[in-house]
């Protein structure tokens, strides 16, 4: 969990492209950028640095 809940909820609603990674919003079927259809979610944990 990061440090803000809100941000937290807004990062879980996001995919990121698997060929450019870009951030998408949630529902897109292709990449806004490169048209890819490879889209993952984006991670809802980021680790923190140890
Ligand atoms: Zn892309």
């Given at each position: 969990?990061?440090?803000?809940?809100?941000a937290?909820?807004?990062?879980?609603?996001?995919?990121?492209?698997?060929?450019c990674?870009?951030?998408?919003?949630?529902?897109?079927e292709?990449c806004?950028?490169?048209?890819?259809?490879?889209?993952?979610?984006k991670?809802?944990?980021?680790?923190?640095?140890?």
């Amino acid at each position: 969990m990061g440090k803000f809940p809100e941000a937290d909820a807004r990062i879980a609603q996001v995919n990121v492209c698997r060929k450019c990674k870009t951030r998408n919003t949630r529902g897109v079927e292709k990449c806004r950028k490169c048209g890819s259809a490879y889209l993952r979610p984006k991670r809802r944990e980021i680790r923190a640095k140890k």
